[in-house]
């Protein structure tokens, strides 16, 4: 019988797939190491994943295959073959015993992917954990929260999600449960009271922005912002912030980074920018030596008093800025010594929807000080008075006031 020219082209690409994948199979880590960059290449005896390691997981793996007596079966929550694959993705990043690098499931990163956004489709509601172990409403998002507006009220417990009964999950998964797309409806069934009346209602889904910058006026036309962690939407936040204040005839500017654990880092650059002279932010060094730059561009910069409060809970993108307001002598840093965080992580995204997130490069403030493990030493250190603060009275704010209104 004649090949028609369907059968040639047909034999000529299986057989190019099939050259692919012997390449693939003998030059795999090679091509992986070209996608990454890597020169530098670890022979695979040096690496973790060894020919004996590999081995010895193997035989693991059959021991459990052979002998684990899944005795969770009967309700239903036996791991997967998939758990236990992701278990061992974590368990390989957790062995560097490093704090900060993490491996995320493609679930997990999705949601962090949308956190960082500074918005999100939902409710509008907070959520927090009781003793009991069960989620409750501890506030909304806003006034005009959709959650408030169909009936919602704080202290109601989530009982059911669209019927579906959510005592006992985890808060990951209640999380994914109400949030959904723009417009959509969800049904919650919450317990109200003592009594734990059954109260449906139906919310509609709307946008919901994070609220990472508050502001308001203080004495002495001192304006007052406070930051809460630098997501994408900071700067932005910020930046209509110290407008407002302007326009309100600010004279001076407190920044409130008290347990400001950090985020990210273009965001406190770009607040830095606002502030600083033309000029380096931070500079950071990776494990290669490799030197980047942060820069203050915009020509303008602060010309009023300005005071930068902070504690022990001001971390990581909150030193930075920090760091940059004290060696460029624009400001003044009132409190107590910072956390002490100079180290970035960078999320490398898979082609899976997974990501691994790994300690990647040290940063140092303008004049080359690198403070992981120290933190950053205030110029005027004053200790918060708990027992005042507790009474309405912040102390260190008082303090702060002071410093930025004398001449």
Do not use: C
């Amino acid at each position: 019988m004649k090949k028609g020219p369907g059968f040639w082209g047909g034999l000529i690409a299986g057989l190019l797939i099939a050259l692919a994948a012997v390449i693939v199979v003998l030059f795999g880590e090679s091509i992986h190491n070209i996608i990454l960059g890597r020169t530098d290449v670890v022979s695979s005896e040096d690496s973790i994943l060894s020919p004996a390691v590999q081995e010895k997981v193997d035989l693991l793996n059959d021991y459990i295959d052979y002998y684990y007596l899944d005795y969770k079966e009967d309700d239903n929550s036996g791991e997967t073959a998939e758990d236990r694959a992701e278990g061992m993705y974590k368990g390989l990043v957790e062995s560097l015993n490093d704090d900060y690098s993490e491996y995320y499931t493609a679930k997990e990163y999705s949601r962090f992917s949308e956190s960082k956004k500074g918005y999100f489709a939902g409710v509008g509601v907070n959520i927090s954990s009781s003793d009991e172990g069960y989620f409750y409403v501890s506030g909304f998002t806003s006034d005009d929260s959709p959650a408030k507006a169909a009936g919602v009220e704080i202290e109601d417990i989530f009982y059911k999600v669209d019927g579906e009964v959510v005592l006992g999950v985890d808060i990951s998964d209640l999380v994914d449960k109400v949030r959904g797309e723009e417009g959509t409806e969800v049904v919650l069934t919450m317990l109200r009271g003592e009594d734990r009346e059954e109260v449906e209602v139906t919310v509609k889904r709307g946008i919901i922005e994070a609220t990472t910058v508050s502001h308001n006026m203080l004495e002495k036309d001192t304006g007052y912002i406070i930051i809460g962690i630098f997501d994408t939407i900071t700067s932005e936040q910020f930046e209509a912030a110290y407008k407002d204040l302007k326009e309100q005839g600010m004279k001076s500017l407190i920044i409130d980074l008290r347990g400001n654990s950090g985020g990210m880092v273009d965001a406190a650059v770009k607040i830095a920018d606002e502030l600083l002279p033309p000029g380096v932010v931070t500079y950071t060094l990776d494990s290669k030596g490799k030197r980047h730059d942060y820069n203050a561009v915009t020509p303008e910069k602060l010309d009023i008093p300005l005071v930068v409060l902070v504690d022990s809970g001001s971390a990581s993108a909150s030193e930075l800025l920090t760091g940059a307001v004290k060696d460029y002598g624009i400001g003044t840093i009132v409190g107590t010594t910072t956390y002490g965080k100079g180290i970035v992580q960078n999320i490398y995204p898979l082609q899976d929807g997974s990501a691994i997130k790994l300690t990647n490069s040290r940063y140092y403030t303008p004049n080359g000080i690198n403070i992981q493990g120290t933190g950053i030493e205030p110029d005027v250190k004053v200790e918060l008075d708990v027992e005042q603060y507790k009474k309405g009275t912040d102390n260190q704010l008082q303090k702060a006031i002071e410093v930025v209104n004398t001449p």
